[in-house]
């Protein structure tokens, strides 16, 4: 069998290439969470997701450094509008900038990515914290990143 010619089972319930969804263990609620960045991986993810699964609560999130391009933004509003679900959009207290200069003038790198768990990491972990309190104690969390 090649790449790419598996079969795919068309309900969509089971699943695309026999994909499942987690399921919430007894007395939980599940609230799939799916993280889009404006780009056309996680937009086709995001699509695929709500399509194979339009009765699954989802919950899409874009974290925001401050210092995004009209062009991710305006692709965010498209895909909102698209999906007809919000996209919840979290951000720091500054922007990508304004920590740069904070940070004395160095520059994220490979080495040094302080700029991930800053601005990507730790608003997402408030935003799921947040959503715990909202949503209640019995709702658990799968994340698509």
């Not at 026999?18 to 086709?44: M, N, Q, T, W, Y």
């Not at 920590?99 to 004395?104: P, Q």
Request: aromatic residues 10%; glycine residues 8%; neutral net charge.
């Amino acid at each position: 069998m090649e790449y790419g010619n598996e079969p795919v089972d068309g309900n969509a319930a089971n699943g695309a290439c026999g994909f499942k969804l987690p399921e919430a263990r007894e007395g939980k609620k599940l609230v799939l969470i799916c993280p889009v960045s404006g780009g056309s991986d996680s937009s086709v993810v995001a699509l695929c997701l709500k399509a194979l699964h339009p009765t699954a609560e989802i919950k899409f999130v874009f974290t925001d450094t401050g210092f995004e391009t009209r062009g991710t933004l305006e692709a965010l509003d498209r895909l909102e509008a698209v999906l007809g679900d919000p996209i919840l959009r979290i951000k720091q207290r500054v922007t990508l900038p304004e920590y740069i200069k904070e940070y004395g003038d160095y520059l994220p790198s490979f080495n040094r990515r302080y700029c991930t768990s800053f601005f990507k990491i730790s608003p997402f972990k408030h935003l799921l914290t947040t959503l715990r309190l909202k949503l209640g104690a019995n709702t658990e969390f799968a994340s698509f990143v």
